[in-house]
Protein backbone atom coordinates (compact mmCIF):
# COMPACT_ATOMS: atom_id res chain seq x y z
CA UNK A 1 0.00 0.00 0.00
CA UNK A 2 2.78 2.55 0.59
CA UNK A 3 2.95 2.13 -3.53
CA UNK A 4 -0.67 3.29 -3.58
CA UNK A 5 0.02 7.01 -4.13
CA UNK A 6 2.09 6.38 -7.57
CA UNK A 7 0.02 3.50 -8.82
CA UNK A 8 -3.38 6.17 -9.18
CA UNK A 9 -0.91 8.55 -10.82
CA UNK A 10 -1.91 7.73 -14.00
CA UNK A 11 -5.71 7.36 -13.24
CA UNK A 12 -5.27 11.23 -11.72
CA UNK A 13 -3.95 12.10 -14.62
CA UNK A 14 -6.42 11.03 -16.59
CA UNK A 15 -9.29 12.46 -14.80
CA UNK A 16 -7.52 15.78 -14.45
CA UNK A 17 -7.77 15.64 -18.25
CA UNK A 18 -11.41 14.76 -18.56
CA UNK A 19 -12.05 17.95 -15.80
CA UNK A 20 -10.09 20.03 -18.46
CA UNK A 21 -12.17 19.09 -21.52
CA UNK A 22 -15.59 19.62 -19.62
CA UNK A 23 -14.51 22.90 -18.23
CA UNK A 24 -16.62 24.64 -21.03
CA UNK A 25 -19.42 23.09 -19.23
CA UNK A 26 -19.28 23.94 -16.27
CA UNK A 27 -18.69 27.39 -17.33
CA UNK A 28 -22.14 27.56 -19.39
CA UNK A 29 -23.75 25.63 -16.31
CA UNK A 30 -22.38 28.78 -14.03
CA UNK A 31 -23.98 31.36 -16.54
CA UNK A 32 -27.59 29.80 -16.53
CA UNK A 33 -27.06 29.49 -12.40
CA UNK A 34 -29.00 32.91 -12.44
CA UNK A 35 -30.99 32.45 -14.60
CA UNK A 36 -32.57 28.96 -13.29
CA UNK A 37 -32.51 30.02 -10.05
CA UNK A 38 -34.55 32.92 -11.17
CA UNK A 39 -37.11 30.69 -12.59
CA UNK A 40 -37.50 28.31 -9.30
CA UNK A 41 -37.86 32.01 -7.14
CA UNK A 42 -41.30 32.65 -5.84
CA UNK A 43 -43.53 34.67 -7.72
CA UNK A 44 -43.78 36.69 -4.29
CA UNK A 45 -40.91 38.13 -2.38
CA UNK A 46 -41.38 39.53 0.80
CA UNK A 47 -38.82 41.94 2.47
CA UNK A 48 -39.07 43.13 6.03
CA UNK A 49 -36.79 46.72 7.13
CA UNK A 50 -36.45 48.33 10.55
CA UNK A 51 -35.96 45.29 12.75
CA UNK A 52 -33.26 42.20 13.34
CA UNK A 53 -31.80 39.61 15.40
CA UNK A 54 -34.59 37.48 16.72
CA UNK A 55 -37.03 39.93 16.42
CA UNK A 56 -36.76 39.87 12.99
CA UNK A 57 -36.92 36.11 12.27
CA UNK A 58 -40.11 35.78 14.43
CA UNK A 59 -41.80 38.57 11.89
CA UNK A 60 -40.69 36.78 9.05
CA UNK A 61 -42.32 33.56 10.45
CA UNK A 62 -45.17 35.12 11.39
CA UNK A 63 -45.32 36.46 7.46
CA UNK A 64 -44.98 32.78 5.72
CA UNK A 65 -47.31 32.94 2.85
CA UNK A 66 -50.32 30.93 3.32
CA UNK A 67 -50.67 27.87 1.35
CA UNK A 68 -53.39 28.99 -1.26
CA UNK A 69 -51.25 32.01 -2.02
CA UNK A 70 -49.60 30.72 -4.58
CA UNK A 71 -51.37 28.21 -6.43
CA UNK A 72 -49.81 26.15 -9.45
CA UNK A 73 -46.63 28.91 -9.53
CA UNK A 74 -49.37 32.13 -9.87
CA UNK A 75 -50.14 34.92 -7.26
CA UNK A 76 -54.22 34.83 -6.21
CA UNK A 77 -55.59 38.25 -6.03
CA UNK A 78 -57.66 37.90 -3.76
CA UNK A 79 -55.89 36.22 -1.27
CA UNK A 80 -52.63 38.29 -1.54
CA UNK A 81 -55.36 41.20 -0.99
CA UNK A 82 -56.36 39.12 2.54
CA UNK A 83 -52.68 39.07 3.51
CA UNK A 84 -51.36 42.00 2.83
CA UNK A 85 -54.48 43.55 5.57
CA UNK A 86 -53.38 41.18 8.14
CA UNK A 87 -50.02 42.35 8.20
CA UNK A 88 -49.88 45.10 10.20
CA UNK A 89 -51.41 42.65 13.41
CA UNK A 90 -49.16 39.56 12.76
CA UNK A 91 -46.05 41.69 12.78
CA UNK A 92 -47.09 43.62 16.12
CA UNK A 93 -48.15 40.13 17.91
CA UNK A 94 -44.19 38.88 16.04
CA UNK A 95 -42.95 41.71 18.13
CA UNK A 96 -44.78 41.70 21.48
CA UNK A 97 -42.76 38.85 22.71
CA UNK A 98 -39.53 41.20 22.17
CA UNK A 99 -40.76 44.34 24.30
CA UNK A 100 -42.35 45.90 21.64
CA UNK A 101 -45.70 47.01 21.76
CA UNK A 102 -46.11 49.99 19.76
CA UNK A 103 -44.93 49.46 16.51
CA UNK A 104 -45.78 50.95 13.00
CA UNK A 105 -46.13 48.79 10.36
CA UNK A 106 -46.64 49.77 6.73
CA UNK A 107 -46.85 48.04 3.40
CA UNK A 108 -45.78 48.63 -0.24
CA UNK A 109 -46.80 45.91 -2.61
CA UNK A 110 -44.93 46.11 -6.26
CA UNK A 111 -45.62 44.68 -9.78
CA UNK A 112 -41.96 44.21 -11.03
CA UNK A 113 -43.52 41.96 -13.89
CA UNK A 114 -46.24 39.37 -14.80
CA UNK A 115 -46.63 37.46 -12.38
CA UNK A 116 -43.34 38.63 -9.93
CA UNK A 117 -44.78 40.81 -6.66
CA UNK A 118 -42.48 42.54 -4.21
CA UNK A 119 -44.03 43.48 -0.70
CA UNK A 120 -42.04 45.73 1.07
CA UNK A 121 -42.50 45.46 4.84
CA UNK A 122 -41.40 49.00 6.75
CA UNK A 123 -41.49 48.41 11.06
CA UNK A 124 -40.72 51.02 12.77
CA UNK A 125 -40.45 49.31 16.51
CA UNK A 126 -41.14 52.04 18.66
CA UNK A 127 -39.54 52.52 22.50
CA UNK A 128 -39.64 49.21 23.92
CA UNK A 129 -41.67 48.28 27.27
CA UNK A 130 -38.84 47.87 30.06
CA UNK A 131 -39.47 45.85 33.94
CA UNK A 132 -40.22 48.38 36.81
CA UNK A 133 -40.23 45.33 39.20
CA UNK A 134 -39.25 41.35 39.55
CA UNK A 135 -40.34 39.63 42.13
CA UNK A 136 -39.60 35.49 41.57
CA UNK A 137 -39.51 33.55 44.76
CA UNK A 138 -40.26 30.10 46.05
CA UNK A 139 -42.82 28.76 48.83
CA UNK A 140 -43.45 25.24 50.32
CA UNK A 141 -41.29 22.68 51.64
CA UNK A 142 -39.22 23.19 48.95
CA UNK A 143 -38.17 26.56 49.45
CA UNK A 144 -34.90 26.49 50.47
CA UNK A 145 -33.26 23.83 47.93
CA UNK A 146 -30.24 24.90 46.40
CA UNK A 147 -30.29 23.73 43.19
CA UNK A 148 -33.91 25.38 42.82
CA UNK A 149 -32.36 28.97 44.56
CA UNK A 150 -29.74 28.70 42.22
CA UNK A 151 -32.67 29.19 39.14
CA UNK A 152 -34.20 31.95 41.36
CA UNK A 153 -30.97 33.95 41.17
CA UNK A 154 -30.16 33.48 37.65
CA UNK A 155 -33.31 34.26 36.58
CA UNK A 156 -32.34 35.87 32.87
CA UNK A 157 -35.04 39.14 33.69
CA UNK A 158 -33.69 42.23 35.48
CA UNK A 159 -35.15 45.78 36.55
CA UNK A 160 -34.73 48.37 33.63
CA UNK A 161 -34.26 45.41 31.03
CA UNK A 162 -36.42 45.47 28.33
CA UNK A 163 -39.78 42.99 28.87
CA UNK A 164 -38.64 39.63 26.47
CA UNK A 165 -41.53 37.24 27.17
CA UNK A 166 -39.72 34.50 25.64
CA UNK A 167 -37.24 35.03 27.98
CA UNK A 168 -39.72 34.86 30.47
CA UNK A 169 -41.80 31.84 29.46
CA UNK A 170 -38.22 29.42 28.87
CA UNK A 171 -37.11 30.23 32.71
CA UNK A 172 -40.57 29.86 34.45
CA UNK A 173 -40.90 26.05 32.57
CA UNK A 174 -37.07 25.52 33.82
CA UNK A 175 -37.76 26.23 37.04
CA UNK A 176 -40.60 23.90 37.28
CA UNK A 177 -38.91 21.00 35.31
CA UNK A 178 -36.47 21.31 37.65
CA UNK A 179 -39.10 21.21 40.91
CA UNK A 180 -40.34 17.97 39.26
CA UNK A 181 -36.75 16.48 38.55
CA UNK A 182 -36.09 16.89 42.43
CA UNK A 183 -39.03 15.37 43.73
CA UNK A 184 -41.21 17.75 43.97
CA UNK A 185 -44.26 16.80 41.96
CA UNK A 186 -46.88 18.57 43.46
CA UNK A 187 -45.04 21.87 42.47
CA UNK A 188 -47.13 24.69 40.59
CA UNK A 189 -47.05 28.59 40.38
CA UNK A 190 -49.33 29.96 42.89
CA UNK A 191 -48.45 33.13 41.54
CA UNK A 192 -47.63 34.02 37.57
CA UNK A 193 -47.93 37.15 36.27
CA UNK A 194 -46.63 40.13 33.83
CA UNK A 195 -48.46 43.37 34.93
CA UNK A 196 -48.25 45.61 31.82
CA UNK A 197 -48.64 49.51 31.53
CA UNK A 198 -48.37 50.26 27.75
CA UNK A 199 -48.44 53.83 28.31
CA UNK A 200 -46.13 53.73 30.50
CA UNK A 201 -43.93 51.42 28.78
CA UNK A 202 -43.13 49.90 32.43
CA UNK A 203 -44.16 45.86 33.35
CA UNK A 204 -43.78 44.20 36.29
CA UNK A 205 -43.37 40.43 36.73
CA UNK A 206 -44.71 38.36 40.14
CA UNK A 207 -43.84 34.72 39.73
CA UNK A 208 -44.00 32.69 42.53
CA UNK A 209 -43.73 28.38 42.69
CA UNK A 210 -44.94 26.88 45.44
CA UNK A 211 -43.12 23.10 45.59
CA UNK A 212 -45.31 21.61 47.71
CA UNK A 213 -44.08 18.14 49.48
CA UNK A 214 -41.06 16.13 48.22
CA UNK A 215 -41.91 12.59 46.89
CA UNK A 216 -40.24 9.43 47.34
CA UNK A 217 -39.41 6.04 45.03
CA UNK A 218 -42.00 3.47 46.40
CA UNK A 219 -41.85 -0.03 45.70
CA UNK A 220 -41.32 -0.96 42.25
CA UNK A 221 -43.89 -3.80 40.87
CA UNK A 222 -42.28 -6.16 37.82
CA UNK A 223 -43.99 -7.71 35.25
CA UNK A 224 -42.88 -10.00 32.09
CA UNK A 225 -39.29 -11.87 32.04
CA UNK A 226 -40.35 -14.66 34.21
CA UNK A 227 -37.18 -16.27 32.88
CA UNK A 228 -34.58 -14.03 34.68
CA UNK A 229 -34.79 -14.09 38.55
CA UNK A 230 -35.27 -10.66 39.98
CA UNK A 231 -32.43 -9.92 41.91
CA UNK A 232 -30.46 -10.07 38.78
CA UNK A 233 -33.43 -7.33 36.85
CA UNK A 234 -32.77 -5.05 40.20
CA UNK A 235 -29.02 -4.70 38.79
CA UNK A 236 -30.68 -2.35 35.93
CA UNK A 237 -32.93 0.09 38.19
CA UNK A 238 -31.11 3.10 39.06
CA UNK A 239 -32.97 4.17 42.41
CA UNK A 240 -33.68 2.47 45.47
CA UNK A 241 -36.77 2.57 47.40
CA UNK A 242 -36.78 5.73 49.42
CA UNK A 243 -34.81 7.90 47.30
CA UNK A 244 -36.03 11.22 46.20
CA UNK A 245 -38.33 10.49 42.80
CA UNK A 246 -36.83 11.31 39.83
CA UNK A 247 -37.73 11.13 36.28
CA UNK A 248 -34.69 11.12 35.03
CA UNK A 249 -33.44 8.03 37.13
CA UNK A 250 -36.67 6.67 35.67
CA UNK A 251 -34.86 7.38 32.14
CA UNK A 252 -31.89 5.81 33.64
CA UNK A 253 -33.20 2.97 34.53
CA UNK A 254 -34.91 2.18 30.92
CA UNK A 255 -31.87 2.62 28.98
CA UNK A 256 -30.23 0.24 31.56
CA UNK A 257 -32.37 -2.67 30.77
CA UNK A 258 -32.40 -1.73 26.77
CA UNK A 259 -28.55 -1.34 26.66
CA UNK A 260 -28.26 -4.67 28.66
CA UNK A 261 -29.33 -6.52 24.74
CA UNK A 262 -31.68 -8.51 26.48
CA UNK A 263 -34.98 -7.06 26.71
CA UNK A 264 -37.16 -5.49 23.43
CA UNK A 265 -39.21 -3.41 24.82
CA UNK A 266 -39.45 -1.69 28.71
CA UNK A 267 -42.07 0.49 29.64
CA UNK A 268 -41.43 2.39 33.19
CA UNK A 269 -44.96 4.19 34.47
CA UNK A 270 -44.99 5.60 38.16
CA UNK A 271 -48.34 4.91 39.53
CA UNK A 272 -48.92 8.37 41.04
CA UNK A 273 -52.76 7.40 41.26
CA UNK A 274 -51.47 4.86 43.96
CA UNK A 275 -48.87 7.19 45.93
CA UNK A 276 -49.29 6.50 49.57
CA UNK A 277 -47.04 8.50 52.54
CA UNK A 278 -45.63 10.37 49.37
CA UNK A 279 -44.04 7.76 47.93
CA UNK A 280 -44.59 6.81 44.64
CA UNK A 281 -44.92 2.96 43.58
CA UNK A 282 -43.17 2.39 40.03
CA UNK A 283 -44.65 -0.13 37.36
CA UNK A 284 -41.71 -1.95 35.31
CA UNK A 285 -43.21 -4.38 32.19
CA UNK A 286 -40.19 -6.13 30.54
CA UNK A 287 -40.77 -7.66 27.64
CA UNK A 288 -37.69 -10.51 26.80
CA UNK A 289 -35.77 -11.04 23.29
CA UNK A 290 -34.52 -14.20 22.28
CA UNK A 291 -31.67 -15.35 24.71
CA UNK A 292 -29.64 -17.21 22.05
CA UNK A 293 -28.08 -15.24 19.70
CA UNK A 294 -25.53 -16.37 16.00
CA UNK A 295 -24.21 -13.46 14.61
CA UNK A 296 -21.88 -13.50 11.54
CA UNK A 297 -19.69 -10.40 10.48
CA UNK A 298 -17.48 -9.65 7.81
CA UNK A 299 -15.21 -6.35 7.80
CA UNK A 300 -11.71 -5.35 6.35
CA UNK A 301 -8.81 -2.58 7.89
CA UNK A 302 -5.79 -2.48 7.04
CA UNK A 303 -4.01 -3.47 10.04
CA UNK A 304 -5.97 -7.16 10.06
CA UNK A 305 -6.82 -7.16 6.27
CA UNK A 306 -9.86 -8.88 5.25
CA UNK A 307 -11.83 -10.38 8.30
CA UNK A 308 -14.67 -12.36 9.37
CA UNK A 309 -15.96 -13.63 12.53
CA UNK A 310 -18.78 -15.52 14.03
CA UNK A 311 -20.76 -14.68 17.47
CA UNK A 312 -22.59 -17.11 19.80
CA UNK A 313 -24.29 -15.65 22.48
CA UNK A 314 -26.36 -17.31 25.21
CA UNK A 315 -27.59 -14.47 27.99
CA UNK A 316 -29.73 -16.30 30.48
CA UNK A 317 -27.48 -19.39 31.26
CA UNK A 318 -29.25 -21.78 33.61
CA UNK A 319 -31.79 -18.74 33.48
CA UNK A 320 -29.47 -17.23 36.18
CA UNK A 321 -28.89 -14.28 33.67
CA UNK A 322 -25.28 -15.98 33.54
CA UNK A 323 -23.93 -14.82 29.70
CA UNK A 324 -22.08 -17.30 27.68
CA UNK A 325 -20.33 -16.25 24.54
CA UNK A 326 -18.03 -17.72 22.25
CA UNK A 327 -15.86 -15.84 18.88
CA UNK A 328 -14.43 -17.64 15.92
CA UNK A 329 -12.58 -14.79 13.83
CA UNK A 330 -10.58 -15.55 10.73
CA UNK A 331 -8.66 -12.68 9.74
CA UNK A 332 -5.41 -12.53 6.87
CA UNK A 333 -3.13 -11.66 9.89
CA UNK A 334 -5.20 -12.68 13.32
CA UNK A 335 -6.94 -16.09 13.89
CA UNK A 336 -8.45 -16.56 17.10
CA UNK A 337 -11.06 -18.72 19.03
CA UNK A 338 -12.42 -17.20 22.38
CA UNK A 339 -15.27 -18.18 25.04
CA UNK A 340 -16.24 -16.65 27.64
CA UNK A 341 -18.73 -16.66 31.16
CA UNK A 342 -19.94 -14.11 32.74
CA UNK A 343 -21.63 -13.89 35.96
CA UNK A 344 -23.22 -11.21 36.68
CA UNK A 345 -22.61 -9.46 40.73
CA UNK A 346 -25.58 -8.47 42.17
CA UNK A 347 -24.31 -5.03 43.81
CA UNK A 348 -25.11 -2.98 40.46
CA UNK A 349 -24.55 -4.13 36.58
CA UNK A 350 -21.21 -3.44 35.81
CA UNK A 351 -20.28 -5.63 38.97
CA UNK A 352 -19.57 -9.29 37.33
CA UNK A 353 -17.16 -12.02 37.36
CA UNK A 354 -16.07 -12.86 33.97
CA UNK A 355 -14.03 -16.02 32.59
CA UNK A 356 -11.87 -16.32 29.33
CA UNK A 357 -10.28 -18.64 27.39
CA UNK A 358 -9.09 -18.67 24.21
CA UNK A 359 -6.38 -19.54 21.51
CA UNK A 360 -4.88 -17.07 19.17
CA UNK A 361 -2.58 -16.84 16.29
CA UNK A 362 -0.86 -13.67 14.62
CA UNK A 363 1.23 -13.72 11.71
CA UNK A 364 2.67 -10.02 10.60
CA UNK A 365 5.80 -8.81 9.22
CA UNK A 366 7.41 -7.90 12.36
CA UNK A 367 6.66 -11.08 14.46
CA UNK A 368 4.72 -14.28 14.85
CA UNK A 369 2.98 -15.23 17.47
CA UNK A 370 0.46 -18.29 18.89
CA UNK A 371 -1.03 -18.59 22.37
CA UNK A 372 -2.97 -20.36 24.68
CA UNK A 373 -4.65 -18.15 27.53
CA UNK A 374 -7.25 -18.73 30.29
CA UNK A 375 -8.31 -15.71 32.67
CA UNK A 376 -10.37 -14.96 35.30
CA UNK A 377 -11.53 -11.22 35.97
CA UNK A 378 -13.38 -9.62 39.02
CA UNK A 379 -14.91 -6.40 37.78
CA UNK A 380 -16.45 -3.72 39.84
CA UNK A 381 -18.54 -0.38 39.08
CA UNK A 382 -18.06 2.67 40.66
CA UNK A 383 -20.92 4.53 38.42
CA UNK A 384 -20.99 7.35 36.27
CA UNK A 385 -18.81 5.01 33.48
CA UNK A 386 -16.15 4.24 35.95
CA UNK A 387 -15.14 0.17 36.32
CA UNK A 388 -12.20 -1.38 38.14
CA UNK A 389 -10.92 -5.02 37.67
CA UNK A 390 -8.44 -7.29 39.31
CA UNK A 391 -7.11 -10.41 37.21
CA UNK A 392 -5.22 -13.37 36.65
CA UNK A 393 -4.00 -14.60 33.32
CA UNK A 394 -2.66 -17.60 32.53
CA UNK A 395 -0.49 -17.67 29.17
CA UNK A 396 1.28 -20.11 27.16
CA UNK A 397 3.23 -17.97 23.95
CA UNK A 398 5.49 -19.29 21.12
CA UNK A 399 7.00 -16.79 19.63
CA UNK A 400 9.29 -15.80 16.57
CA UNK A 401 10.40 -12.11 16.57
CA UNK A 402 13.30 -11.43 14.38
CA UNK A 403 16.07 -14.51 14.52
CA UNK A 404 14.20 -15.52 17.87
CA UNK A 405 12.10 -18.30 18.07
CA UNK A 406 10.92 -19.15 21.69
CA UNK A 407 7.94 -19.69 24.11
CA UNK A 408 7.26 -18.65 27.51
CA UNK A 409 4.44 -19.33 30.28
CA UNK A 410 3.27 -16.61 32.29
CA UNK A 411 1.08 -16.62 35.16
CA UNK A 412 0.08 -12.60 34.87
CA UNK A 413 -2.18 -11.10 37.69
CA UNK A 414 -3.02 -7.49 37.01
CA UNK A 415 -5.13 -4.39 37.86
CA UNK A 416 -7.51 -2.56 35.41
CA UNK A 417 -9.17 0.87 35.63
CA UNK A 418 -11.02 2.72 33.29
CA UNK A 419 -13.47 5.51 32.94
CA UNK A 420 -15.60 6.87 29.85
CA UNK A 421 -17.23 9.48 29.58
CA UNK A 422 -18.92 9.94 25.59
CA UNK A 423 -23.23 10.66 25.97
CA UNK A 424 -22.94 9.96 22.35
CA UNK A 425 -20.92 6.77 21.62
CA UNK A 426 -21.37 7.05 17.81
CA UNK A 427 -20.27 10.52 16.61
CA UNK A 428 -19.60 12.23 19.98
CA UNK A 429 -19.53 15.93 20.72
CA UNK A 430 -17.48 15.74 23.88
CA UNK A 431 -16.19 13.65 26.19
CA UNK A 432 -13.18 11.52 26.94
CA UNK A 433 -12.00 8.27 27.97
CA UNK A 434 -8.87 6.50 29.77
CA UNK A 435 -7.92 3.40 31.10
CA UNK A 436 -5.07 2.36 33.41
CA UNK A 437 -3.46 -1.05 34.12
CA UNK A 438 -0.85 -2.28 35.98
CA UNK A 439 0.52 -6.03 35.44
CA UNK A 440 3.59 -7.95 36.65
CA UNK A 441 4.72 -11.75 37.29
CA UNK A 442 8.14 -13.12 38.68
CA UNK A 443 9.64 -16.79 38.05
CA UNK A 444 8.91 -17.49 41.87
CA UNK A 445 4.83 -17.77 40.66
CA UNK A 446 6.37 -20.01 38.17
CA UNK A 447 6.65 -18.12 35.14
CA UNK A 448 9.53 -18.03 32.56
CA UNK A 449 10.34 -14.93 33.40
CA UNK A 450 9.84 -11.47 35.72
CA UNK A 451 9.00 -7.79 35.12
CA UNK A 452 6.58 -5.25 35.88
CA UNK A 453 4.46 -3.47 33.27
CA UNK A 454 2.39 -0.34 33.23
CA UNK A 455 0.24 0.67 30.29
CA UNK A 456 -2.36 3.87 29.95
CA UNK A 457 -4.03 5.54 27.10
CA UNK A 458 -6.96 7.50 26.51
CA UNK A 459 -8.90 9.97 24.46
CA UNK A 460 -11.07 12.87 23.94
CA UNK A 461 -13.04 14.93 21.83
CA UNK A 462 -13.22 19.16 22.60
CA UNK A 463 -15.53 21.17 20.63
CA UNK A 464 -14.93 24.11 19.08
CA UNK A 465 -16.31 26.88 17.34
CA UNK A 466 -17.71 26.63 13.75
CA UNK A 467 -18.89 22.68 14.87
CA UNK A 468 -15.22 22.02 14.35
CA UNK A 469 -14.19 19.07 16.68
CA UNK A 470 -10.54 18.03 17.89
CA UNK A 471 -9.82 14.77 18.96
CA UNK A 472 -6.94 13.58 21.02
CA UNK A 473 -5.60 10.33 21.89
CA UNK A 474 -2.36 9.30 23.57
CA UNK A 475 -0.77 5.97 24.86
CA UNK A 476 2.15 4.80 26.66
CA UNK A 477 3.53 1.87 28.41
CA UNK A 478 6.43 1.01 30.67
CA UNK A 479 8.50 -2.29 31.41
CA UNK A 480 10.27 -2.88 34.78
CA UNK A 481 12.36 -6.94 34.22
CA UNK A 482 14.84 -8.59 35.53
CA UNK A 483 15.95 -10.69 32.34
CA UNK A 484 17.08 -9.44 28.81
CA UNK A 485 13.75 -8.57 26.46
CA UNK A 486 14.53 -11.52 24.62
CA UNK A 487 12.54 -13.54 27.70
CA UNK A 488 9.87 -11.01 27.06
CA UNK A 489 6.89 -12.81 24.59
CA UNK A 490 6.12 -10.61 22.01
CA UNK A 491 2.75 -10.10 22.90
CA UNK A 492 4.22 -8.20 26.17
CA UNK A 493 6.70 -6.01 24.34
CA UNK A 494 6.08 -2.53 22.97
CA UNK A 495 5.43 -1.52 19.25
CA UNK A 496 4.08 1.29 17.52
CA UNK A 497 2.62 2.33 13.86
CA UNK A 498 -0.80 1.86 12.41
CA UNK A 499 -4.51 2.58 12.14
CA UNK A 500 -4.75 3.20 15.88
CA UNK A 501 -0.93 4.24 16.01
CA UNK A 502 1.15 6.26 14.21
CA UNK A 503 -0.51 6.47 10.94
CA UNK A 504 1.93 6.06 7.46
CA UNK A 505 3.55 3.53 8.29
CA UNK A 506 2.53 -0.37 9.00
CA UNK A 507 0.66 -2.39 11.54
CA UNK A 508 3.61 -3.08 14.54
CA UNK A 509 6.56 -1.93 12.31
CA UNK A 510 7.45 0.96 14.65
CA UNK A 511 10.68 -0.43 17.72
CA UNK A 512 14.00 -1.05 18.06
CA UNK A 513 15.46 -3.37 15.67
CA UNK A 514 18.07 -6.42 16.19
CA UNK A 515 21.61 -6.50 14.06
CA UNK A 516 19.96 -7.70 10.93
CA UNK A 517 17.95 -4.69 11.25
CA UNK A 518 14.29 -6.55 12.16
CA UNK A 519 11.93 -4.67 14.43
CA UNK A 520 12.13 -7.01 17.94
CA UNK A 521 10.13 -4.55 20.16
CA UNK A 522 10.67 -2.61 22.92
CA UNK A 523 10.52 -1.51 26.63
CA UNK A 524 8.56 1.34 26.47
CA UNK A 525 5.65 3.06 24.36
CA UNK A 526 4.82 7.26 23.86
CA UNK A 527 2.26 7.71 20.98
CA UNK A 528 0.19 10.91 20.56
CA UNK A 529 -2.13 11.98 17.84
CA UNK A 530 -3.94 15.12 17.10
CA UNK A 531 -7.40 15.31 14.45
CA UNK A 532 -9.02 18.10 13.77
CA UNK A 533 -12.61 16.94 11.92
CA UNK A 534 -15.32 18.86 10.37
CA UNK A 535 -18.44 17.66 9.85
CA UNK A 536 -19.86 17.72 6.45
CA UNK A 537 -23.67 17.21 6.58
CA UNK A 538 -25.38 14.78 9.09
CA UNK A 539 -23.54 11.70 8.70
CA UNK A 540 -20.21 12.65 7.07
CA UNK A 541 -17.07 14.00 7.92
CA UNK A 542 -13.38 15.11 7.00
CA UNK A 543 -10.30 15.02 9.24
CA UNK A 544 -6.80 16.17 9.11
CA UNK A 545 -4.63 14.87 11.18
CA UNK A 546 -1.03 14.92 12.92
CA UNK A 547 0.88 11.33 14.30
CA UNK A 548 3.84 10.60 17.08
CA UNK A 549 5.26 8.31 18.81
CA UNK A 550 7.16 5.10 19.00
CA UNK A 551 8.75 2.07 20.90
CA UNK A 552 12.00 2.41 22.55
CA UNK A 553 14.44 0.93 25.11
CA UNK A 554 15.33 3.86 26.31
CA UNK A 555 15.25 7.48 26.49
CA UNK A 556 18.12 7.76 24.84
CA UNK A 557 17.23 5.96 22.18
CA UNK A 558 13.83 7.63 20.98
CA UNK A 559 13.52 7.78 17.18
CA UNK A 560 10.10 9.54 17.05
CA UNK A 561 7.98 7.94 14.02
CA UNK A 562 5.68 11.02 12.40
CA UNK A 563 2.49 10.88 10.34
CA UNK A 564 0.27 13.27 8.96
CA UNK A 565 -2.86 13.17 6.07
CA UNK A 566 -6.37 14.08 5.48
CA UNK A 567 -9.40 11.36 6.08
CA UNK A 568 -13.30 10.83 5.27
CA UNK A 569 -16.04 9.80 7.98
CA UNK A 570 -18.90 8.13 7.53
CA UNK A 571 -20.59 7.50 10.62
CA UNK A 572 -23.28 4.26 10.65
CA UNK A 573 -24.89 2.34 13.72
CA UNK A 574 -21.63 0.24 14.30
CA UNK A 575 -19.57 3.34 14.38
CA UNK A 576 -17.35 6.02 11.63
CA UNK A 577 -15.99 3.78 9.02
CA UNK A 578 -12.64 5.74 8.55
CA UNK A 579 -10.80 5.96 5.38
CA UNK A 580 -7.23 7.80 5.85
CA UNK A 581 -4.35 8.53 3.46
CA UNK A 582 -1.08 9.57 5.76
CA UNK A 583 2.59 10.66 4.75
CA UNK A 584 5.51 9.84 6.59
CA UNK A 585 7.41 13.14 7.90
CA UNK A 586 10.79 13.51 8.59
CA UNK A 587 12.72 10.39 6.41
CA UNK A 588 14.39 10.05 3.69
CA UNK A 589 12.13 8.59 1.08
CA UNK A 590 8.31 9.56 2.60
CA UNK A 591 6.01 6.98 1.39
CA UNK A 592 2.40 7.34 1.62
CA UNK A 593 -0.20 5.10 3.41
CA UNK A 594 -3.63 3.93 3.18
CA UNK A 595 -5.59 3.28 6.39
CA UNK A 596 -8.77 1.80 6.47
CA UNK A 597 -10.99 0.90 10.01
CA UNK A 598 -14.14 0.86 11.49
CA UNK A 599 -15.38 2.11 14.97
CA UNK A 600 -14.71 4.54 17.56
CA UNK A 601 -11.07 3.97 18.18
CA UNK A 602 -9.59 6.52 16.94
Not at 213 to 241: Q, S
Request: aromatic fraction near 8%; avoid cysteine; charged fraction near 25%.
Amino acid sequence: MNDLFHQMKPFLRSSIGVFRSRAWLLAVLLLLLPAAASIAADPLEVVVTGVEGEALANVRAALVLPPDLVRDGRVEPLWLERFERQIPERVRRALEPYGFYEAEVSSDLQVRGENDYLLKVAVVPGEPVRLATVRVQLSGPGENEPRLQSLVSDFPLHPGEVLRQDLYERARGTLKARALDLGYLDADFAVHQILLQRRERRADIDLELATGERYLFGEVLMHGAPDYPERFLRRYIAFAEGDVFSYPRLGQTQLNFLDSDRFREVIITPRLDLTRDLRVPINLKLVSSPRRRLRPGIGYGTDTGARMSINYRDLNVFRRGHEFSADLGIAEHRQSITSSYVLPGLKNMDSQTALRTGFERESISTFETRSLFAEIERLHGFGRGRIGSVYLRLLQEDYIVGLQDSRSRLILPGLRYSHRSYADPIRPRKGFRYSLEGRGTHQNLGSDTGLLQFLGGGNAVVPLPWQLKLLLRTQGGTTLKNEPLSEVPASLRFFAGGDQSVRGYGYQTIGPRDATGQVIGGEHLAVGSAELEVPVGENWGVAAFFDLGSAFNSVNEIDWARGAGLGVRRYTMVGPVKVDIARQIGVADPAYRLHVSVGFGW
